[in-house]
Nanobody, 115 residues
Framework: QVHLVESGGGLVQTGGSLRLSCAAS????????MAWYRQRPGTQRELVAA???????NYPDSVKGRFAISRDNAANTVYLQMNSLKPEDTAVYYC?????????WGQGTQVTVSS
């Protein structure tokens, strides 16, 4: 069974930085995509960043230049470095693993940016 464990959320002031981590365990295929999503109150879950096992990244315009996703393939771990944080970045952040035909989600970690 694939299991994802996230860490690194918390409270930070506007303009501050946080780094999220997500460690995956279990039967993970060599070729996969790991991503971060977030869900703000009253909104749908949205993509924040994604990275393939080959290192190709994808970001929406809302976080480009501020967030950076990276991964350690040997450790099946993905990171999200978040800089220049804004109050509108406040959300629950979820890690996602696309593992062949299956998708797995972490439990979520709260990020709160105070103004």
């Amino acid at each position: 069974q694939v299991h994802l464990v996230e860490s690194g959320g918390g409270l930070v002031q506007t303009g501050g930085s946080l780094r999220l981590s997500c460690a995956a365990s279990g039967p993970i295929r060599r070729l996969n995509t790991m991503a971060w999503y977030r869900q703000r109150p009253g909104t749908q879950r949205e993509l924040v960043a994604a990275v393939t096992s080959g290192g190709t990244t994808n970001y929406p315009d809302s976080v480009k230049g501020r967030f950076a996703i990276s991964r350690d393939n040997a450790a099946n771990t993905v990171y999200l470095q978040m800089n220049s944080l804004k109050p509108e970045d406040t959300a629950v952040y979820y890690c996602k693993l696309e593992n062949g035909p299956y998708a797995y989600w972490g439990q979520g970690t709260q990020v709160t940016v105070s103004s």
